[in-house]
Nanobody, 129 residues
């Protein structure tokens, strides 16, 4: 498995922005799709965004489209989640995830939880109204 360490969470007012960062080690980073999930109190974990191994193809949950942007820097083994126009309902613990298998196709973007086998420890994002 790959080791994932998130940073960048915190408390922000509604309408504000945060940028989450995830540093990866232990695999050839550029071979794997990466993503973000979140889990709000009392709710199940849900998909937020994912990027193909090249970063050229990205997929977002409907709830964050137009507000969040996932990107990756394969030279630095990092993946970012830029979160703009934050809403109180975005409050959750956000997890960086790595795909379970190297991507055969450069544009492949997994979005299901079973597609990922490595999870970071999570970073708390709290949006106040």
């Amino acid at each position: 498995q790959v080791q994932l360490v998130e940073s960048g969470g915190g408390l922000v007012q509604a309408g504000g922005s945060l940028r989450l960062s995830c540093a990866a080690s232990g695999r050839i980073f550029s071979n794997y799709a990466m993503g973000w999930f979140c889990q709000a109190p009392g709710k199940e974990r849900e998909f937020v965004a994912a990027a193909s191994r090249s970063g050229g193809t990205r997929y977002y949950a409907d709830s964050v489209k137009g507000r969040f942007t996932i990107s990756r820097d394969n030279a630095k083994n990092t993946v970012l989640l830029q979160m703009n126009s934050l809403k109180p309902e975005d409050t959750a613990v956000y997890y960086c995830v790595c795909a379970a298998s190297p991507s055969l196709y450069a544009n492949y973007v997994p979005i299901r939880e079973p597609d990922f086998d490595s999870w970071g420890q999570g970073t708390q994002v709290t949006v106040s109204s």
